[in-house]
């Protein structure tokens, strides 16, 4: 996970307020994911993108936007968090077939 | 949405035993990935599979991509303490999406030493 950053690595936010992730890649990979793991439901994928502002959503998008204006940046937002979206967020990056996706290390998000 | 199933949950084995797991899939997949997650960490991938039938090994580990393509299993030989974790499967659909994966509930295996 040395080519992948997500930021920050924990946080407790309040409800109703707004929360923005960051994955940060050094791997040029063209594409990235944002995935959430919640205990009995493994994986699940929120969005995703094929390159610069080419984003598209995933199993469970409801309440998040994401934004790649670079490559090297996924930002996953939550507009108005809620207790439901407490979970571990994962960024996720892929290039060819052969690697599935490489994951980063996972954000801890909290909601009160 | 897709759903994959994947047995057992749980597994409490001692060390030297030999175990397996599996995924059943409702839709057809492509690539069948097995991926591997310690405490606090991103899963890391173990093995990959894309042909039906395929079957392929990672030292110990040996998995296959099931003939309907609609499952898959997951065979560790001569556990350790560090084959300890959660073991995830995750099915990949056809097309250029290469990670826009279907995973299981995964499988928490512990080795009693």
């Known amino acids: 996970d040395a080519g992948i950053t997500q930021s920050p690595r924990h946080k407790v936010t309040e409800t109703g307020t707004p929360v923005t992730l960051r994955c940060h890649q050094t791997e040029n990979h063209r594409y990235m994911y944002w995935y959430r793991q919640d205990p009995g439901h493994g994986l699940r994928l929120i969005h995703y993108?094929?390159?610069?502002?080419?984003?598209d959503k995933g199993e469970v998008s409801d309440g998040y936007s994401v934004s790649r204006s670079k490559t090297e940046d996924f930002l996953l937002t939550l507009e108005s968090a809620t207790s439901s979206q407490t979970s571990v967020y994962f960024c996720?990056?892929?290039?060819?077939?052969?690697?599935?996706?490489?994951f980063g290390q996972g954000t801890r998000l909290t909601v009160v | 949405g897709q759903q994959l199933n994947q047995s057992p949950q749980s597994m409490f084995i001692q060390e030297g035993e030999d175990v397996s797991m599996n995924c059943t899939s409702s839709?057809?997949?492509?690539?069948w990935l097995w991926y591997k997650q310690d405490p606090g960490e991103g899963p890391v991938l173990l093995i990959a599979?894309?042909?039906?039938?395929e079957l392929t090994s990672n030292g110990r580990l040996t998995a296959q991509f099931g003939i309907t393509r609609k499952d898959s299993f997951l065979n560790i030989s001569a556990s350790i303490p560090s084959d300890v974790g959660i073991y995830f499967c995750?099915?990949?659909?056809?097309?250029?999406?290469?990670?826009?994966?279907?995973f299981g509930q995964g499988t928490i295996l512990t080795v009693h030493p």
């Open positions: 996720a990056i892929s290039e060819n077939r052969e690697m599935g996706a490489f």
């Open positions: 993108s094929y390159g610069v502002k080419d984003t």
């Open positions: 839709s057809i997949f492509n690539t």
């Open positions: 599979l894309y042909k039906a039938g």
């Open positions: 995750a099915g990949q659909p056809g097309g250029t999406s290469y990670g826009k994966l279907t």
